[in-house]
């Protein structure tokens, strides 16, 4: 018999949306690996596709910070979210991020060899944080995006203070337009990142293990389909172009109107306004994205507390 939980139906029914009973034969057939259950589930067509979001948790903070025509964001992970919430916490991640804009490239290492304000490097002060709040705390990761003219605009989602929050955006846009055109504009791209989860700038950027696994799902249906061997080909080329179509940046349906791609609208805004503007990068961090946080069994915690 597979090994699995009531919590791990549990779990899997959140992120497919299956029935108990699908998602309990689902786990069986898949000797309990959680991952290869949603994809059984949406090759039957009893799943949708999942965000990586949702099956993520971690705590801490997502900062942003941009200095002309640089950008970075920084994650820093805490245990807790009492500790997020702690303003010590805070002006870390708010000069940890300050820190980042004088570092080249996207190393954490470098990051935390990087002088903090007041003395001492970003890993000397992360030690006495760790120390002072009694709660571990990582420097997790950064990104810095530029441009060589234009705007970096940022955004975060329900900050938690300025500049801080759980989804922080930075949008690049090369362009000869000043700054004061592009940051409203470039604000509503930010929003629309924010919402949307692209996955990567263009189709060419996907992560090839994604398409590899979306093409597997595909090929299953089209196989189930029943139709000619020329047909189901012609099914899983058009179920992996909509795939990429919906989850890279300038292909996506803009969320202000879902009628013209990203790409698109910001044409039209560099032509409208009288100048060029082009989406060079962007960088979307949601706290804990790619991390599952082990849920605890409160239950079997008591149980084995009184036992013990």
């Given at each position: 018999m597979a090994a699995f939980t009531a919590a791990d139906v549990k779990k899997l029914r959140e992120l497919s949306g299956a029935g108990m009973m699908d998602a309990k034969k689902a786990l069986t057939e898949a000797d309990g690996d959680i991952d290869a259950a949603v994809?059984?589930?949406?090759?039957?067509?009893?799943?949708?596709?999942?965000?990586?979001?949702?099956?993520?948790?971690?705590e801490g903070l997502v900062g942003v910070a941009v200095e002309g025509t640089r950008g970075v964001a920084v994650e820093v992970n805490s245990e807790?979210?009492?500790?997020?919430?702690n303003d010590k916490f805070q002006d870390f991640v708010r000069n940890a991020t300050t820190a980042a804009l004088g570092v080249n490239g996207d190393d954490v290492e470098a990051l935390?060899?990087?002088?903090?304000?007041?003395?001492?490097?970003v890993a000397d002060k992360l030690t006495s944080n760790i120390a002072t709040i009694g709660e571990n705390q990582?420097?997790?990761?950064?990104?810095?995006?530029?441009?060589?003219?234009?705007a970096i605009v940022s955004y975060v989602h329900n900050a938690a203070a300025d500049g801080l929050g759980k989804i922080g955006v930075l949008v690049a846009l090369e362009s000869d337009l000043g700054a004061d055109t592009l940051e409203p504009f470039g604000k509503q791209i930010a929003m629309h990142i924010a919402s949307m989860f692209p996955q990567a700038l263009n189709a060419d950027g996907l992560d090839a293990d994604v398409i590899a696994r979306e093409r597997a799902i595909a090929q299953e249906k089209a196989a189930e389909s029943g139709k000619p061997e020329n047909v189901q080909e012609k099914m899983v080329e058009g179920a992996i172009k909509k795939f990429a179509k919906e989850n890279a940046l300038l292909s996506q349906m803009f969320v202000m109107d879902n009628k013209t791609s990203v790409e698109d609208t910001v044409a039209k805004f560099g032509k409208d306004n009288g100048g060029s503007v082009v989406l060079k990068d962007y960088v979307r961090f949601q706290l804990g994205?790619?991390?599952?946080?082990?849920e605890s069994d409160f239950a079997a915690e008591v149980a084995a507390a009184v036992g013990g």
């Open positions: 994809d059984a589930l949406r090759a039957k067509g009893l799943a949708t596709a999942q965000k990586k979001s949702s099956r993520t948790a971690a807790t979210d009492f500790v997020a919430k935390k060899g990087a002088a903090y304000p007041g003395g001492g490097t990582q420097v997790r990761r950064m990104k810095t995006v530029s441009v060589t003219s234009g994205e790619g991390i599952e946080k082990e």
